[in-house]
C-alpha cells in the first residue's frame, strides 16, 4: 500500500476497434491529454452509478421554486429598460450605419 496517495498503474492490453481508436486517439490529442487518461475517465464514467430518473412531481417542484426566485428577483430588480429595449435600440441603431 502506498502512502503518498497516488494510486497504482496497471498495464493492460485492450482490443478497440480501428475507427474508434483513431477517433479517441485525434480528440485526446485535440484535448491535449493522453490515451490513458482517457481511458481512465471513460472507465470511471461507466462504473458511475445510473443517474434516477426525474419524477414529474420532483421536476415540477424545482420549476416552481425556479419561478419563486425568478419572481422574488424582478420584485427587487431596479426599474428602467429591458435587455430587450437595449437590443432592439443598438440593432437600429446598427442597422441604420
Known sequence: MRESGNMGQMKTTLEINDE??????????????????????????????A????????????????????????QVAPRGPTARSHLTKERSRLERA
Open 20 to 49: 474508434l481508436y483513431r477517433e479517441a486517439k485525434l480528440f485526446a490529442a485535440s484535448t491535449g491529454r493522453k490515451m490513458k487518461d482517457l481511458v481512465d475517465e471513460g472507465l470511471r464514467l461507466a462504473l458511475q452509478p
Open 51 to 74: 443517474v434516477q430518473p426525474v419524477t414529474k412531481a420532483a421536476a415540477s417542484k424545482k420549476l416552481a421554486a425556479c419561478f419563486a426566485e425568478a419572481d422574488q428577483a424582478m
